[in-house]
């Protein structure tokens, strides 16, 4: 006779038969839940970024659109600025001459005809130019001086001193406190009119600029 209460030294085989996939889902926590919440939020947010970018972009086309019609609507003022400022320059360039020519210490028209009376019968004056020159070296404020180049022909030679001892003795550029100082130049005979080619130069001088000089 078998004692029950004696163990068996093996446990009973008991298969289970339970289909998993076909059990009910009692978890407390859905991991496919979490898992699908994560990718729409990063998906929101990629989205957030994108759009974000591209609003940036259309902003910054419109302000770069809106500054290119700015500049070109600027540059034809612009352009009549300039050129009214290029017409004021020419305009005070021209005042500036009339003012030098009117403040000059001779008037020209004037000093012509009465610098053609001097001139002795058999001299002529082919050309007469005038020049003011700087001179940087000069002591004090007598830095400007006055330069007349005369050229012409003369029969005889010492009608060329006739004529520079008219120049001297008719006192007709003592003005505005100048004097002049007269060097004259005379060239060899042409073989073919038989006269003598000369050139004559008058500079004036403020006198305050000798007196200075000694």
């Not at 700015?70 to 021209?94: M, P, Q, W, Y």
């Not at 003005?175 to 130069?201: C, G, H, W």
Request: neutral net charge.
């Amino acid at each position: 006779m078998v004692n029950r209460n004696t163990k068996d030294s093996h446990p009973n085989w008991r298969p289970n038969f339970c289909i998993t996939a076909a059990l009910p889902d009692i978890k407390a926590v859905r991991t496919n839940f979490i898992i699908n919440f994560v990718f729409v939020t990063a998906a929101l947010i990629f989205i957030f970024y994108a759009l974000e970018r591209e609003y940036r972009a259309y902003a910054l086309g419109q302000r770069i659109t809106n500054m290119q019609q700015r500049i070109d609507s600027d540059g034809v003022t612009n352009s009549s600025h300039l050129k009214l400022s290029n017409d004021f320059k020419a305009a005070s360039l021209e005042i500036v001459d009339l003012e030098r020519f009117f403040a000059a210490p001779l008037k020209v028209h004037v000093f012509l005809a009465k610098f053609a009376e001097l001139c002795p019968v058999g001299l002529t004056i082919q050309s007469i130019g005038f020049a003011e020159i700087f001179n940087k070296a000069a002591p004090g404020a007598s830095k400007v001086l006055y330069r007349m180049n005369v050229s012409g022909e003369v029969d005889d030679p010492l009608m060329l001193d006739d004529f520079k001892s008219a120049v001297e003795v008719s006192k007709l550029f003592e003005v505005d406190r100048l004097k002049p100082e007269i060097n004259d130049t005379l060239q060899a005979r042409n073989e073919i009119t038989r006269i003598f080619p000369y050139r004559m130069s008058i500079e004036l001088v403020p006198q305050e600029k000798q007196k200075g000089a000694k």
